[in-house]
């Protein structure tokens, strides 16, 4: 029987299962609703370090650390490691890894990542190559905001449209062996450009990628929307949540209450002055491997569909005029095959 | 039989050939040793575009497109690409990719992009997940030079120790079917920090990296070094390529004529003013993809080892302290199994 069904989604073949996830958050997600399922909330935004920079990678090294120690294991234990970030070059992965000594493939997929991860680390094991493989990623506000916009110094004003990057992490660990939550579809995302140029528009330009990905995952498997408790994307926010649904239910697919976006839960939008919710990188993993993790864990969900969605740009691609392409990569998890 | 075998070398169980490669360069590059070896040389640095970081875009997806010309396969022929790049948040990859319309994995790994690719690729297909894959990148000297240094228009010195990086690409479609040359085994790199902090001397940082992953090989299958017809590193220059032939030879190991580096290869260091050679995502990519894969249809070599390095470093990682950690995947390349 084929892995690829359809036209691009992967069926594991065998199971591959989520045995230990860690989630670190920075003080305002530690404010936020799902203040209660991360594993660590940090008191100020330093982690004692020097720089935010050095925060992050610190922020990431933590949560891999406690990810390995909630599942029993040394990290000379792991076969690989697949992380990047929203740093330029990935810096906060490299220097978070380096001192692991395992193998490491180095991931750029915007705040599209911990998905990826997740999805070529399921792979890895279920083609042979592993037994047990650690996805992670992470994202700063502070070292964010800077590279990507403005000295926080500066102060500038954010328009509505814009979303708070989340200071988080998340780390899982699959593996070949394991009680489940099992990781049983993955369907890779394809490049989406809507022509959006807004840089602090950024759920309406990943929305489209979103869509296409859930439809195709929809199209290929032959599921239903009942099929699934829930539905989570990464970070849309407010915004693309809304845009997402309305293309969903263009196509005759309601969405309903069970979809539900990682950048609309992990702040409250009404008093934490976020605007559209969260986003980065660290948005989806932290929601994942706190939230979502623990809920299929305690039964609140059995199945659930992952879309992480990433925007593809630099701030020298929006000043050269050019647009902000979208992805998103989705990964079914279901606590029973 | 395990595919993972020793401690990190992966051996692929089905044939995985190498069915297309297509390499585009810069002029400087086409004034090269290796100038026949290319299939396109650009008269300029803009190919046609308006800037430097648009131009790198435009030579990888002509790079891209002109593998799948060689292939004989539309785009949509393919399963999936993976890519990745230099510039800031790897635009060059999801610009020059986002119309290909396929399922896209975006990497992170520096100079060593060019194997990291071509072994996810390698392994996707091995593990039954695809049927063929495009494992691409490339680099621009001049977006590279003012993203990581300076304007090009200021002029700066540069030391002995510094390498000048390719205007490149390389792309390369794998696939189940075809009749090689194949890739056999895949040493992933784990990331080593010699403690390098200078900037200009990444042939230093990178070599360690480059050691641990080639004694790891040969550890790990149980290979001589008189099994491969010629050994090549990515972009360790004049200077990493001695550190490295000092290191193997303290284990024993006498690398000798065999082994290249295709930052040594691609200029002449005697004349073009390239100080300890070339470097970039572009060096090994386009090496391997143009004079490598042409000599092995030659039959110039029947086994060669590429071991392609990257140094994960940031300008900011670097203003702020930190050391240069590198990474070396490697990919053994057989014309017959």
Redesign the interface.
């Known amino acids: 029987m084929?892995?690829?069904i359809g036209g691009?989604t992967?069926r594991l073949?065998s199971p591959v299962s989520i045995i230990a996830s860690a989630s670190v958050v920075g003080s305002k997600e530690g404010e936020g609703p799902l203040k209660r399922c991360f594993d660590y909330i940090s008191q100020d935004s330093y982690f004692g370090e020097?720089?935010w920079?050095?925060a992050e990678s610190h922020m990431l090294k933590q949560c891999f650390t406690l990810c390995c120690d909630k599942a029993g294991l040394s990290p000379s234990q792991l076969?690989?490691t697949f992380s990047?970030d929203?740093?330029?070059?990935?810096?906060s992965s490299?220097?978070a890894?380096?001192?692991?000594?395992?193998?490491?493939?180095?991931?750029?997929?915007?705040c599209s990542t911990m998905v990826?991860s997740l999805a070529?680390a399921a792979?890895?094991i279920?083609?042979?190559?592993?037994?047990k493989v650690c996805a992670l990623t992470g994202s700063h506000f502070c070292s964010a905001e800077r590279?990507y916009r403005f000295p926080l110094e500066y102060g500038g004003q954010r328009p509505p449209t814009s979303q708070w990057t989340v200071t988080g992490a998340g780390a899982a660990i699959v593996s070949a062996q394991g009680q489940g939550p099992y990781i049983t579809y993955v369907t890779?995302?394809?490049?989406v450009?809507a022509g959006i140029k807004d840089a602090n528009n950024m759920g309406s330009a990943m929305a489209p990628a979103a869509f296409e990905t859930l439809k195709a995952h929809f199209n290929d498997t032959g599921r239903s929307l009942d099929y699934y408790d829930a539905v989570f994307t990464g970070d849309l926010g407010a915004m693309g949540h809304d845009i997402l649904q309305k293309l969903m239910g263009d196509e005759g697919m309601d969405l309903g209450p069970r979809y539900m976006d990682c950048g609309v839960l992990i702040f409250d939008l009404n008093t934490q002055d976020v605007h559209c919710g969260g986003s980065g990188c660290g948005c989806c993993a932290s929601v994942l491997c706190g939230h979502i993790l623990k809920g299929m864990a305690k039964g609140t969900w059995n199945r659930v569909l992952v879309a992480a969605t990433g925007a593809?740009?630099?701030?020298?691609?929006c000043q050269?005029g050019?647009s902000i392409?979208g992805?998103c990569h989705a990964v079914a998890i279901e606590r029973e095959l």
């Open positions: 084929s892995k690829k691009r992967l073949a020097g720089t920079e050095k076969d690989f990047g929203l740093l330029n070059q990935c810096v490299a220097f890894l380096k001192d692991s000594g395992r193998p490491h493939f180095g991931l750029y997929g915007a990826e070529l792979m890895s279920d083609g042979g190559f592993a037994d590279q890779p995302g394809i490049i450009d593809l740009m630099s701030p020298t691609s050269q050019g392409p992805i």
